[in-house]
């Protein structure tokens, strides 16, 4: 995956949490629940933020990309 690629999945799915209605139009999949569903991923679960993982070799702006989804997902839900 290219920088440029993995920078602009970050950035979809950070306006997908920060705005989950504006994350889908009527008769659209929603792909951001407060509900667990069968196939979905959980942000928050059992009071513990999901581990986000980068190579520390990777470009500087992955590394910080990384780092920046994880205290924004700190911030909104008050977990690690």
Same mark, same amino acid.
């Given at each position: ?5 993995? &920078?602009? &999945? &970050? ?5 997908? $949490?920060?705005? /989950?209605?504006?994350?889908? @139009? ?5 792909? $951001? %629940?407060?509900? /667990? ?11 513990? @933020?999901? /581990? ?5 070799? %990777?470009? /500087?702006?992955? $590394? ?17």
């Amino acid at each position: 995956m290219t920088k440029k690629r993995f &920078l602009g &999945l &970050l950035s979809a799915a950070l306006g997908l $949490v920060l705005f /989950p209605r504006a994350g889908h @139009a009527l008769g659209q999949v929603q792909y $951001v %629940d407060s509900a /667990p569903r069968s196939g979905s991923f959980a942000l928050v679960e059992n009071h513990r @933020a999901a /581990p986000i993982a980068v190579d520390a070799g %990777d470009w /500087p702006g992955v $590394v910080r990309a990384a780092h920046d989804l994880q205290a924004d997902v700190a911030r909104i839900t008050g977990r690690w």
